[in-house]
């Protein structure tokens, strides 16, 4: 059974940093692209960033350019997105996705996600 799992999201103050992670089990995605999507409440899922199988190629939402890095461990099968400069407007909650083919930014590009991990931005 395939399984995305996410953790380290929580409260942080505006301007903070939080580290997301997702370790996937059940299959390997070495070969897959993996990504990040968020959905802050009343709105739809957006695509965040994601990370090509070799981990050198990368794609951001122009939102988080800059601010936020995803990287990719895969002896470990995990992905992981660094997010500095946090701001209200980060406020989601966070989803792990696998696996596209590409650099794709629509979530049904992916066929495997996780249960989502909060991030709560405050003042």
């Known amino acids: 059974q395939v399984q995305l799992v996410e953790s380290g999201g929580g409260l942080v103050q505006a301007g903070g940093s939080l580290r997301l992670s997702c370790a996937a089990s059940?299959?390997?995605?070495?070969?897959?692209?993996l990504g990040w999507f968020r959905q802050a409440p009343g709105k739809e899922r957006e695509f965040v960033a994601a990370v090509k199988w070799s981990g050198r190629s990368t794609y951001y939402a122009d939102s988080v350019k800059g601010r936020f890095t995803i990287s990719r461990d895969n002896a470990k099968n995990t992905v992981s997105l660094q997010m500095n400069s946090l701001q209200f407007e980060d406020a989601a909650i966070y989803y792990c996705a696998a696996c596209s083919s590409g650099l794709e930014t629509l979530s049904s590009a992916y066929g495997y996600w996780g249960q989502g991990t909060q991030v709560t931005v405050s003042s």
């Open positions: 059940g299959r390997t995605f070495s070969r897959c692209t």
